[in-house]
């Protein structure tokens, strides 16, 4: 198992781009989330999708979209990059709320974004 | 809503000693999990332990274990027999009822040689 993988691992964009942070998880979860993480902070979410096809606000969503497109895929979105969005992303899974490991988050490696 | 506060930003301690890491959190719920997180220079974030609130027993992972004060709303987390690989950000985390994982800011554990 490859566990949770996020494409690309570093990316720079100047103000105005746009770009899609891609993540794939192979455990069956059925959540799954996306976080930043600025320097001197933990992370903090921006959006989550509970099960296939909802998809709902954390903490920071402003200036992001995101999409799940499968139960295996999670992608988020920028659509006109910001320097305030200079972070590292971090894409997680979680498997349903009964069973094994149930309420806990599994990370994939992140992704540093830098936005000029 | 819920906060979780690490106090210490940063320790150290010599490698094969033991050290311990405070975490504190608000909550007004009854049913929670905590998790302790670590982060390596890699940023990778992995799961070093993790606590369901209606267990009384404390858990335990190898050389890691917590203290798990309900009452007083206290998480710690003890490292024994420091390794220099333990060296990282360690992130203390609650989960409620909500999906999402609230985070203290992290403490940078050195162990030294």
């Known amino acids: 198992n490859a566990g949770v993988t996020q494409t690309p691992k570093f990316q720079v964009l100047k103000t105005g781009q746009s770009m899609t942070l891609q993540c794939a998880q192979d455990?069956?979860?059925?959540?799954m989330y996306w976080y930043r993480q600025d320097p001197g902070m933990g992370l903090r979410l921006i959006y989550y999708?509970?099960?296939?096809?909802?998809?709902d606000k954390g903490e920071v969503p402003n200036g992001y979209n995101v999409s799940r497109l499968n139960k295996r895929e999670f992608s988020l979105r920028l659509e006109s990059a910001a320097p305030s969005q200079t972070s590292v992303y971090f894409c997680?899974?979680?498997?349903?709320?009964?069973?094994?490991?149930?309420?806990?988050?599994?990370f994939g490696p992140g992704t540093r974004l830098l936005v000029l | 809503a819920q906060t979780v506060t690490q106090s210490q930003p940063e320790m150290s301690v010599q490698e094969a000693e033991t050290v311990t890491l405070s975490c504190t959190y608000d909550?007004?719920?009854?049913?929670?999990?905590l998790f302790w997180y670590k982060q390596p220079p890699s940023r990778q974030m992995i799961l070093v332990i993790r606590?369901?609130?209606?267990?009384?027993q404390n858990a335990t992972e190898n050389r890691f274990s917590v203290n798990f004060q309900k009452a007083a709303k206290s998480f710690s987390l003890k490292i024994s027999d420091s390794q220099l690989g333990d060296t990282a950000m360690y992130f203390c985390?609650?989960?409620?009822?909500?999906?999402?994982?609230?985070f203290g800011k992290g403490t940078k554990l050195t162990v030294n040689p």
């Open positions: 997680a899974s979680s498997p349903a709320l009964t069973g094994t490991g149930r309420g806990t988050q599994y």
């Open positions: 455990m069956n979860h059925n959540s």
């Open positions: 999708s509970a099960s296939e096809g909802t998809t």
């Open positions: 909550t007004s719920e009854n049913n929670y999990y």
């Open positions: 606590q369901e609130a209606y267990k009384q």
């Open positions: 985390a609650f989960k409620g009822g909500s999906e999402k994982l609230v």
